[in-house]
């Protein structure tokens, strides 16, 4: 049976897990569960990733990487050594570490993965995570949200149909889903969160507050500098931890700036007087997953606290007056995404299962149009099209009509969010359909928006008179940027002193043509033969993607075929049941 490993790439710490003996096993990274998602170069220019990087932060803060899940889906680079990488690049060095690891633990080549990310990253987020999957060996059979794979890890201890809050506090991301469990079947009822709230912002809370202090004292700032400003986070961390069981606690750093010494007592009622207004943001987006759900803080039977952040008591505490539950956490709240991540992979593995996964999206997609209202024209009006909280995978249609006589050409332009004005809403990208029929004003449209099971978006407009289309599988990052993977593994290769690797690339390509183009086949014949008993709406979608496939083969687009095969396949996962 095939292995499909479950991965957590978190801001702070990652984990592996797999599903042994029918149960899911987190994988040791250096002896230990948890490994920090850090990436340095060591002294001697070597590439350390996990706990030796974090580990140097202190002595070696320049060529040290923390946290940069908070940068994915960003076109932007940061400096490791001498070269600028990535998001996706230092993600994938992170990744390759973990794959290494249960190669080693397995005895065998890990190849493919289910990796998690926050309910609430939005399509470039998410095509980043995958980006750094392929950039790191691995085949990513499914992104999935973390609140849903934590509550599949709890689904199989559960005995009866129940619905569930999970409260997903990370290292830089929350997120709140609400999940219900009913003979089995694990569906996501509404997700709601905040991608750059985190325990790394009750570290800065409480950095600040003890650099205040010792600015009165010594008149240096220790946030200034570096060096300085890595061991009082260093400290710092230390003492968040132990405030959790004490009610007071030393910082204690010496010669931490000069000849001056660091020694400042904190308290717990002072830390958690700084970080409440945070925790208070975190219980408006549990009232609006409630809202969004349709559900009252009495149907909730369960609560389940997932990311290290929740270990702060007050966490637990504030939930409970909120919503008048005790929260739970028999499984360790930094293992259990992982965990649930290698039960889904599993599942695509061919392990049987008791449960069944329903996934939504937590964002509304659709474009910007011209709108007629009040007897005057409303440029830039935004039409939803898949509405936030759908469950995925979800084809959706609109159809719009031109404005003038003899309109040659159509911008379609597509938007991810809430707000009713398209342009105040993240701008995912745009296509132009040219050579529309000469006809008078009117003339329909069909704009079809498809989102897979990753939550990756493909869109499709088709003038419903002729039939004349086009497809456009959304970038990731900003306008007019594209990733670039073959540049991203020679980055990679050269940082890892991998030249062989460069070499073998381009003898595995050719396999990996011949391999991608006789799966392609083998996806057709099993999309053909079903056919005739799925309904229009699907055969019409299974159509499109086998012609696109034919013509990217025949354009030589290999990538592009890898992309669509992954389309098919997920189709074909839910079709044939």
């Not at 897990?17 to 029918?22: L, T």
């Not at 994938?92 to 190849?111: N, P, Q, R």
């Not at 201890?157 to 469990?181: C, W």
Request: aromatic fraction near 4%; glycine fraction near 8%; include cysteine.
């Amino acid at each position: 049976m095939e292995v499909i490993v479950g991965i957590d790439l978190g801001t702070t710490n990652s984990e592996i897990a797999v599903i042994k003996d029918g149960r899911p096993e987190v994988i040791p990274v250096d002896g230990e569960l948890i490994m920090p998602s850090c990436v340095g170069i060591d002294r001697n220019g070597s590439l350390i990733v996990g706990r030796p990087a974090k580990n140097q932060m202190v002595s070696n803060p320049e060529s040290t990487i923390l946290s940069i899940k908070r940068k994915m889906g960003q076109d932007t680079k940061v400096r490791l050594g001498d070269k600028d990488l990535t998001p996706e690049e230092v993600s994938a060095l992170i990744l390759k570490k973990l794959k290494a690891e249960a190669d080693a633990y397995l005895g065998e080549e890990v190849k493919k993965a289910v990796i998690t990310v926050p309910a609430y990253f939005d399509d470039s987020q998410r095509k980043a995570t995958k980006n750094a999957g392929a950039l790191a060996g691995l085949e990513v059979m499914r992104i999935i949200n973390e609140p849903t794979a934590a509550a599949l890890a709890y689904d199989s201890k559960l005995e009866e149909n129940q619905t569930i809050l999970v409260y997903d506090l990370g290292g830089g991301t929350f997120d709140v889903s609400l999940v219900t469990v009913e003979n089995g079947v694990v569906e996501v009822k509404a997700s709601h969160g905040d991608t750059h709230l985190g325990g790394d912002d009750f570290d800065n809370l409480l950095m600040e507050h003890v650099a205040r202090i010792f600015r009165r004292q010594h008149g240096v700032d220790l946030l200034a500098d570096l060096r300085s400003r890595n061991r009082l986070w260093s400290a710092v961390e230390k003492a968040k931890r132990e405030l959790s069981d004490m009610p007071y606690v030393s910082i204690k750093e010496e010669f931490i700036h000069g000849d001056h010494h660091l020694d400042v007592e904190a308290s717990k009622s002072e830390y958690e007087a700084m970080i409440t207004p945070l925790l208070k943001k975190t219980i408006h987006s549990v009232h609006q997953c409630l809202k969004d759900a349709n559900l009252l803080p009495r149907d909730i039977d369960k609560i389940i606290l997932v990311g290290g952040a929740t270990r702060t008591p007050l966490v637990a505490k504030i939930l409970q007056n909120e919503v008048g539950v005790e929260p739970r956490h028999e499984i360790s709240p930094d293992l259990i995404v992982a965990m649930g991540a290698a039960i889904q992979g599993g599942v695509i593995g061919g392990v049987e299962t008791d449960s069944v996964l329903v996934d939504i999206t937590p964002y509304t997609f659709g474009t910007s149009a011209v709108d007629f209202r009040k007897g005057d024209f409303c440029e830039d009006v935004f039409v939803p099209i898949i509405k936030r909280n759908t469950p995925l995978p979800v084809t959706k249609a609109e159809v719009f009509a031109t404005l003038f006589d003899g309109q040659e050409s159509v911008d379609v332009r597509i938007y991810q969010g809430e707000k009713p004005i398209a342009s105040e809403n993240i701008f995912i990208g745009n296509f132009i359909i040219n050579g529309l029929s000469d006809v008078p004003a009117g003339n329909q449209i069909v704009l079809k928006l498809h989102l897979d099971l990753d939550g990756v978006l493909e869109v499709t407009a088709e003038e419903k008179r002729t039939g004349l289309s086009k497809t456009v599988r959304m970038d990731t990052g900003k306008p007019g940027s594209v990733f670039d993977l073959q540049k991203a593994r020679k980055n990679i290769a050269a940082l890892l002193n991998e030249e062989e690797l460069a070499q073998q690339g381009k003898s595995v390509e050719g396999e990996s043509r011949e391999g991608l183009v006789g799966e392609a086949k083998e996806l057709r014949k099993r999309a053909e033969k079903i056919m005739d008993i799925i309904d229009e709406t699907d055969a019409y979608e299974l159509q499109a993607l086998i012609k696109q496939t034919k013509d990217a083969i025949a354009g030589g687009d290999i990538e592009r075929v890898a992309e669509l095969n992954e389309s098919l396949s997920d189709m074909l996962f839910y079709l044939e049941d």
